[in-house]
Protein backbone atom coordinates (compact mmCIF):
# COMPACT_ATOMS: atom_id res chain seq x y z
CA UNK A 1 0.00 0.00 0.00
CA UNK A 2 1.30 3.69 -0.76
CA UNK A 3 0.16 6.00 1.84
CA UNK A 4 -1.34 8.92 0.60
CA UNK A 5 1.34 11.33 2.19
CA UNK A 6 4.77 11.91 1.36
CA UNK A 7 5.64 9.73 4.32
CA UNK A 8 5.50 6.16 4.73
CA UNK A 9 7.80 5.34 7.62
CA UNK A 10 7.30 7.53 11.29
CA UNK A 11 10.85 6.88 13.13
CA UNK A 12 10.14 8.26 17.12
CA UNK A 13 12.53 8.20 19.87
CA UNK A 14 10.92 7.46 23.32
CA UNK A 15 12.37 9.27 25.70
CA UNK A 16 12.09 13.22 25.07
CA UNK A 17 10.40 12.59 22.49
CA UNK A 18 7.08 10.54 22.32
CA UNK A 19 7.07 9.94 26.07
CA UNK A 20 6.18 12.16 28.55
CA UNK A 21 8.16 12.45 31.55
CA UNK A 22 6.02 9.86 33.08
CA UNK A 23 6.96 7.55 30.71
CA UNK A 24 3.43 7.56 29.27
CA UNK A 25 2.04 8.40 25.77
CA UNK A 26 -0.51 11.38 25.68
CA UNK A 27 -4.11 10.42 24.02
CA UNK A 28 -3.50 12.88 21.43
CA UNK A 29 0.05 11.34 20.21
CA UNK A 30 -1.65 7.58 20.04
CA UNK A 31 -4.99 9.35 18.46
CA UNK A 32 -1.77 10.51 15.69
CA UNK A 33 -0.52 7.49 15.38
CA UNK A 34 -3.54 5.77 14.86
CA UNK A 35 -4.35 7.97 11.91
CA UNK A 36 -1.36 7.98 10.56
CA UNK A 37 -1.16 3.76 10.64
CA UNK A 38 -5.08 4.62 8.92
CA UNK A 39 -3.22 6.12 6.11
CA UNK A 40 -1.34 3.72 5.54
CA UNK A 41 2.35 4.42 7.26
CA UNK A 42 4.04 2.28 9.33
CA UNK A 43 5.47 3.50 13.13
CA UNK A 44 8.87 2.11 14.33
CA UNK A 45 10.33 3.04 17.62
CA UNK A 46 14.01 3.81 17.65
CA UNK A 47 15.54 4.10 21.29
CA UNK A 48 18.52 4.00 23.34
CA UNK A 49 16.36 1.33 25.52
CA UNK A 50 17.09 -2.27 25.08
CA UNK A 51 14.30 -4.36 24.47
CA UNK A 52 14.11 -5.72 28.00
CA UNK A 53 13.41 -2.55 29.07
CA UNK A 54 10.54 -1.35 26.08
CA UNK A 55 8.46 -4.13 25.92
CA UNK A 56 5.53 -3.07 28.05
CA UNK A 57 5.67 0.25 26.56
CA UNK A 58 5.61 -1.28 23.01
CA UNK A 59 2.39 -3.20 24.36
CA UNK A 60 0.84 0.25 25.47
CA UNK A 61 1.56 1.58 21.83
CA UNK A 62 0.07 -1.82 20.65
CA UNK A 63 3.26 -2.29 18.73
CA UNK A 64 3.20 -6.39 17.63
CA UNK A 65 5.37 -5.60 14.80
CA UNK A 66 9.76 -4.22 14.86
CA UNK A 67 11.09 -1.74 17.28
CA UNK A 68 14.82 -0.48 17.38
CA UNK A 69 16.41 -0.82 20.49
CA UNK A 70 19.56 -0.35 22.08
CA UNK A 71 20.88 2.56 19.98
CA UNK A 72 20.40 0.54 17.22
CA UNK A 73 22.04 -2.41 18.52
CA UNK A 74 19.20 -4.42 18.53
CA UNK A 75 15.65 -5.11 15.79
CA UNK A 76 13.26 -6.72 18.07
CA UNK A 77 10.27 -8.49 16.84
CA UNK A 78 8.12 -7.28 19.07
CA UNK A 79 5.15 -9.59 18.47
CA UNK A 80 7.46 -12.88 18.72
CA UNK A 81 9.45 -11.59 21.49
CA UNK A 82 12.45 -12.21 20.03
CA UNK A 83 15.52 -10.66 18.13
CA UNK A 84 15.80 -10.34 14.70
CA UNK A 85 19.52 -8.69 14.67
CA UNK A 86 21.50 -7.69 17.72
CA UNK A 87 25.45 -7.15 17.94
CA UNK A 88 27.34 -6.81 21.03
CA UNK A 89 30.02 -4.57 22.70
CA UNK A 90 33.33 -6.73 23.31
CA UNK A 91 33.98 -6.61 26.81
CA UNK A 92 37.82 -6.48 26.38
CA UNK A 93 37.52 -3.38 23.77
CA UNK A 94 34.60 -2.26 26.53
CA UNK A 95 37.40 -2.18 29.71
CA UNK A 96 40.08 -0.65 27.04
CA UNK A 97 37.65 2.12 26.23
CA UNK A 98 36.92 2.84 29.97
CA UNK A 99 40.41 2.71 31.20
CA UNK A 100 41.30 5.39 27.99
CA UNK A 101 38.58 7.56 28.93
CA UNK A 102 39.58 7.81 33.02
CA UNK A 103 43.22 8.33 32.31
CA UNK A 104 42.12 11.89 31.11
CA UNK A 105 39.13 12.51 33.36
CA UNK A 106 39.59 10.71 36.46
CA UNK A 107 36.62 8.16 37.78
CA UNK A 108 34.05 7.35 35.80
CA UNK A 109 31.18 5.56 37.26
CA UNK A 110 29.60 2.88 34.77
CA UNK A 111 26.84 0.61 33.94
CA UNK A 112 25.96 -2.37 31.12
CA UNK A 113 22.66 -3.17 29.60
CA UNK A 114 23.51 -6.69 29.00
CA UNK A 115 22.32 -8.30 25.11
CA UNK A 116 18.90 -10.64 25.21
CA UNK A 117 15.33 -10.46 25.43
CA UNK A 118 15.88 -11.15 28.80
CA UNK A 119 19.31 -9.03 29.85
CA UNK A 120 19.66 -7.06 32.70
CA UNK A 121 20.77 -3.66 33.08
CA UNK A 122 23.92 -3.68 35.85
CA UNK A 123 25.34 -0.77 37.68
CA UNK A 124 28.54 -0.61 39.07
CA UNK A 125 29.32 1.53 42.97
CA UNK A 126 28.80 4.98 42.55
CA UNK A 127 26.92 4.72 38.90
CA UNK A 128 23.33 6.71 39.68
CA UNK A 129 20.49 5.61 37.03
CA UNK A 130 19.65 8.44 35.27
CA UNK A 131 16.35 7.51 34.86
CA UNK A 132 15.04 5.85 38.25
CA UNK A 133 12.03 3.83 36.68
CA UNK A 134 14.18 1.83 34.94
CA UNK A 135 14.64 -1.51 36.77
CA UNK A 136 18.87 -2.15 37.52
CA UNK A 137 21.05 -4.68 39.18
CA UNK A 138 23.49 -3.30 41.55
CA UNK A 139 26.68 -5.29 41.16
CA UNK A 140 29.69 -5.54 43.62
CA UNK A 141 32.88 -4.44 41.63
CA UNK A 142 33.12 -3.32 37.91
CA UNK A 143 34.46 -6.71 36.80
CA UNK A 144 31.06 -8.11 37.39
CA UNK A 145 29.59 -6.35 34.73
CA UNK A 146 31.61 -8.23 32.19
CA UNK A 147 29.75 -11.27 32.98
CA UNK A 148 27.53 -12.27 30.33
CA UNK A 149 27.47 -10.34 26.75
CA UNK A 150 26.76 -6.35 26.59
CA UNK A 151 25.12 -4.23 23.97
CA UNK A 152 26.61 -0.72 25.71
CA UNK A 153 28.28 1.05 28.11
CA UNK A 154 26.95 3.66 30.18
CA UNK A 155 28.80 6.53 31.49
CA UNK A 156 28.88 9.07 34.49
CA UNK A 157 31.17 11.45 35.96
CA UNK A 158 31.23 13.21 38.93
CA UNK A 159 31.48 16.72 38.13
CA UNK A 160 31.85 16.76 33.96
CA UNK A 161 28.73 17.74 32.47
CA UNK A 162 27.70 15.26 29.61
CA UNK A 163 28.71 17.25 26.82
CA UNK A 164 31.90 17.42 28.29
CA UNK A 165 32.53 14.08 28.81
CA UNK A 166 31.51 12.86 25.20
CA UNK A 167 33.61 15.21 23.77
CA UNK A 168 36.59 13.43 26.05
CA UNK A 169 35.37 9.86 25.74
CA UNK A 170 34.99 10.30 21.51
CA UNK A 171 38.58 12.09 21.38
CA UNK A 172 39.97 9.29 23.43
CA UNK A 173 38.09 6.31 22.08
CA UNK A 174 38.61 6.22 18.53
CA UNK A 175 37.84 2.67 16.65
CA UNK A 176 37.26 1.04 19.84
CA UNK A 177 33.50 1.84 20.36
CA UNK A 178 31.04 4.62 18.98
CA UNK A 179 30.25 7.45 21.86
CA UNK A 180 26.21 8.47 21.92
CA UNK A 181 24.56 10.67 24.34
CA UNK A 182 21.01 9.88 24.30
CA UNK A 183 19.59 11.85 27.30
CA UNK A 184 20.80 13.92 30.69
CA UNK A 185 23.00 11.89 32.47
CA UNK A 186 23.82 9.09 29.68
CA UNK A 187 26.69 9.43 28.30
CA UNK A 188 27.40 5.46 25.70
CA UNK A 189 29.40 3.26 24.19
CA UNK A 190 28.45 1.14 21.93
CA UNK A 191 29.80 -1.35 18.97
CA UNK A 192 31.79 0.06 16.55
CA UNK A 193 30.08 1.64 13.67
CA UNK A 194 26.50 1.12 15.32
CA UNK A 195 23.89 4.05 15.64
CA UNK A 196 19.96 4.45 15.72
CA UNK A 197 21.03 4.59 11.84
CA UNK A 198 22.37 1.50 11.32
CA UNK A 199 19.15 -0.20 13.04
CA UNK A 200 16.37 1.60 11.47
CA UNK A 201 18.19 0.97 8.02
CA UNK A 202 18.00 -3.16 8.90
CA UNK A 203 14.20 -2.67 10.05
CA UNK A 204 13.17 -0.70 7.50
CA UNK A 205 14.51 -2.71 4.58
CA UNK A 206 13.16 -5.86 6.59
CA UNK A 207 9.65 -3.88 5.80
CA UNK A 208 10.11 -2.91 2.37
CA UNK A 209 10.75 0.92 3.26
CA UNK A 210 12.74 3.70 2.38
CA UNK A 211 14.73 6.51 3.84
CA UNK A 212 13.19 9.01 1.03
CA UNK A 213 9.53 8.87 2.71
CA UNK A 214 10.75 8.79 6.34
CA UNK A 215 10.24 11.16 9.01
CA UNK A 216 11.78 11.04 12.11
CA UNK A 217 11.62 12.45 15.75
CA UNK A 218 13.94 12.84 18.22
CA UNK A 219 15.70 15.17 20.83
CA UNK A 220 19.34 14.16 21.43
CA UNK A 221 22.18 13.91 19.51
CA UNK A 222 22.19 9.63 19.48
CA UNK A 223 19.13 10.63 17.40
CA UNK A 224 21.41 12.68 14.67
CA UNK A 225 22.26 9.80 12.53
CA UNK A 226 18.59 9.30 12.58
CA UNK A 227 17.82 12.51 10.68
CA UNK A 228 20.83 12.08 8.81
CA UNK A 229 19.18 8.73 7.30
CA UNK A 230 15.85 9.82 7.05
CA UNK A 231 13.99 12.80 4.67
CA UNK A 232 13.24 14.87 7.02
CA UNK A 233 13.70 15.07 10.74
CA UNK A 234 11.92 16.95 13.53
CA UNK A 235 13.38 18.11 16.96
CA UNK A 236 11.43 18.48 20.01
CA UNK A 237 11.05 22.12 21.02
CA UNK A 238 13.59 21.21 23.96
CA UNK A 239 16.13 19.34 21.89
CA UNK A 240 19.68 19.64 22.28
CA UNK A 241 21.42 22.05 20.22
CA UNK A 242 23.32 19.83 18.40
CA UNK A 243 20.22 17.90 16.84
CA UNK A 244 18.30 21.44 16.50
CA UNK A 245 21.37 22.15 14.18
CA UNK A 246 20.67 19.49 11.97
CA UNK A 247 16.58 19.14 11.94
CA UNK A 248 14.70 20.12 8.96
CA UNK A 249 12.09 21.27 11.59
CA UNK A 250 11.37 21.80 15.27
CA UNK A 251 7.70 21.16 17.11
CA UNK A 252 6.59 21.70 20.32
CA UNK A 253 7.99 19.46 23.44
CA UNK A 254 6.92 16.21 24.39
CA UNK A 255 4.82 17.24 27.31
CA UNK A 256 3.09 19.69 24.50
CA UNK A 257 2.32 16.61 22.28
CA UNK A 258 5.20 17.68 19.35
CA UNK A 259 5.08 14.62 17.52
CA UNK A 260 1.20 14.44 17.17
CA UNK A 261 1.18 18.46 16.46
CA UNK A 262 3.37 17.30 13.46
CA UNK A 263 1.73 13.90 12.81
CA UNK A 264 -2.01 16.14 12.44
CA UNK A 265 -0.21 17.92 9.78
CA UNK A 266 0.91 15.45 7.81
CA UNK A 267 -1.46 12.89 8.18
CA UNK A 268 -4.98 15.33 8.51
Avoid at 24 to 49: C, D, F, I, P, Y
Avoid at 87 to 98: F, G, I, K, N, Q
Avoid at 140 to 161: E, M, Q
Wanted: hydrophobic share 45%; proline share 6%; aromatic share 4%.
Amino acid sequence: MVAPTPYSLIATDLDGTLLRADDSVSERSLAALARAARAGARHLVVTGRPAPRVRALLADLGCTGLAVCGQGAQVYDAGAHRLLWSVTLDRDLAETALGKIEAEVGQVYAAVDQDGVDGLTLIEPGYRMPHPALPALRVGRRDDLWCAPISKVLLRHHTLSDDELAATARAVVGSLATVTMSGPGTVELQPCGVTKATGLALAADRLGLSPERAVAFGDMPNDVPMFDWAAHGVAMADAHPELKTVADEITSSNEDDGVAVVLERLFG
